[in-house]
């Protein structure tokens, strides 16, 4: 899938996906699999052969599959109705249609038209190029050598150049060359930075599932409500939040019980990479909470921004 990168500059690595020999004869005998990293972001393509079944089959499919997966899993057709690519938007699974559309919900990413035009600059920032932004911003630095950058994040000398050009087309930042080496120079810090560029960032959050509150799992951070409790006059909620890179083992798509289940957010970056006190960072946190409906968390949110700040600069 070449347009992948032609379209979005995205890099997919694509290897074979040895966990699908696990799934029923039934799943396997309609799809193929993959495993594909897109940008670093592990997916799993879940190649339909022939024609789409029926919408309910489809997402028992994807649910099999993806529990299994433990990360997103993409969904390739070779041809989709109008009707069944709506279906598939409203049901919230990510799908290509080779050639014609993308629907990439947890990279922030709905194309449904036709690529024949070349792209345009993209209205959201990929989780790469959103890292890089937050290490950046984090590091209040006016000048840093890419390749510092991209070992710092633990990038691959691409991913991080791709990423930084893409923060240098929403003139986040500017770049220029001292001898071999590609220096990033930022124009603006703080607060300013952010405003430039928060309407190209994405919601960490790429799902929301549940574990009960006995099972135990590893290199998870407080998130969501609870995060934001901790830092504000908001209350505790009653099921607590955290979040993780990998899914535990065992996770519900639904829950069951308010006060004895765990809401897990599945982030498409790692929340540990800015890690604070035990919780999610305060920009990763405000982003995953900006579109909430509930004035008391907006009113929490700006007092968690506005202390924020007040340090950031002191």
């Given at each position: 899938?070449?347009?992948?990168?032609?379209?979005?500059?995205?890099?997919a690595?694509?290897?074979?996906?040895?966990?699908?020999?696990?799934l029923?004869?039934?799943?396997?005998?309609?799809?193929?699999?993959?495993?594909?990293f897109?940008?670093?972001?592990?997916?799993?393509f879940?190649?339909?052969k022939?024609?789409m079944?029926?919408l309910?089959?489809?997402k028992?499919h994807?649910?099999?599959?993806g529990?299994?997966?433990?990360?997103?899993?993409?969904?390739?057709?070779?041809?989709?109705l109008?009707?069944?690519?709506?279906s598939?938007?409203r049901?919230g699974?990510?799908?290509?249609?080779?050639?014609t559309q993308?629907?990439?919900?947890?990279?922030?990413?709905?194309?449904?038209e036709k690529?024949?035009?070349?792209?345009?600059?993209?209205?959201q920032l990929?989780?790469s190029?959103?890292?890089?932004?937050?290490?950046?911003?984090y590091?209040a630095k006016n000048?840093i050598?890419?390749?510092?950058?991209?070992?710092?994040l633990?990038?691959?000398?691409?991913?991080?150049?791709?990423?930084?050009?893409?923060?240098?087309?929403?003139?986040?930042?500017?770049?220029?060359?001292?001898?071999?080496?590609?220096?990033?120079?930022?124009?603006?810090?703080?607060?300013?930075l952010f405003?430039?560029a928060?309407?190209?960032?994405?919601?960490?959050?790429?799902?929301?599932?549940?574990?009960?509150?006995?099972?135990?799992f590893?290199?998870?951070l407080?998130?969501?409500?609870?995060?934001?409790?901790?830092?504000?006059?908001?209350?505790?909620?009653?099921?607590n939040?955290?979040?993780?890179?990998?899914?535990?083992?065992?996770?519900?798509?639904e829950?069951?019980?308010?006060?004895?289940?765990?809401q897990?957010?599945q982030w498409?970056?790692?929340?540990?990479?800015?890690?604070?006190n035990?919780?999610v960072?305060?920009?990763?946190?405000?982003?995953?909470?900006?579109?909430?409906p509930?004035?008391?968390?907006?009113?929490?949110?700006?007092?968690?921004m506005?202390?924020?700040?007040?340090?950031?600069?002191?």
């Amino acid at each position: 899938m070449s347009y992948l990168e032609e379209v979005l500059g995205i890099k997919a690595i694509y290897s074979q996906w040895k966990d699908s020999k696990k799934l029923p004869f039934l799943i396997t005998d309609r799809y193929d699999f993959q495993r594909v990293f897109l940008d670093e972001v592990p997916t799993v393509f879940m190649y339909v052969k022939g024609s789409m079944e029926s919408l309910a089959n489809t997402k028992a499919h994807v649910r099999k599959a993806g529990s299994l997966a433990g990360v997103p899993l993409v969904l390739v057709l070779q041809t989709c109705l109008p009707r069944q690519r709506e279906s598939l938007i409203r049901a919230g699974i990510p799908f290509i249609v080779e050639g014609t559309q993308i629907f990439l919900p947890f990279m922030g990413i709905a194309l449904r038209e036709k690529y024949s035009r070349p792209a345009e600059f993209r209205t959201q920032l990929t989780p790469s190029a959103q890292v890089v932004f937050l290490h950046l911003l984090y590091g209040a630095k006016n000048k840093i050598l890419l390749r510092d950058v991209a070992k710092e994040l633990n990038l691959t000398a691409m991913t991080a150049s791709r990423a930084v050009r893409q923060l240098e087309d929403a003139g986040m930042l500017k770049t220029q060359k001292e001898g071999v080496h590609k220096i990033i120079l930022m124009t603006n810090q703080g607060q300013a930075l952010f405003r430039k560029a928060e309407s190209f960032l994405l919601s960490p959050v790429g799902r929301k599932l549940y574990v009960t509150k006995d099972k135990a799992f590893e290199n998870c951070l407080k998130a969501g409500y609870l995060a934001l409790s901790e830092c504000s006059m908001l209350s505790a909620p009653r099921t607590n939040v955290y979040a993780v890179n990998n899914l535990p083992a065992e996770y519900m798509e639904e829950m069951t019980d308010a006060d004895q289940d765990t809401q897990i957010e599945q982030w498409i970056y790692d929340p540990c990479l800015f890690e604070k006190n035990g919780s999610v960072d305060p920009i990763s946190l405000y982003l995953s909470l900006r579109d909430d409906p509930d004035e008391r968390v907006q009113e929490a949110l700006d007092t968690m921004m506005s202390d924020f700040w007040r340090e950031y600069h002191a």
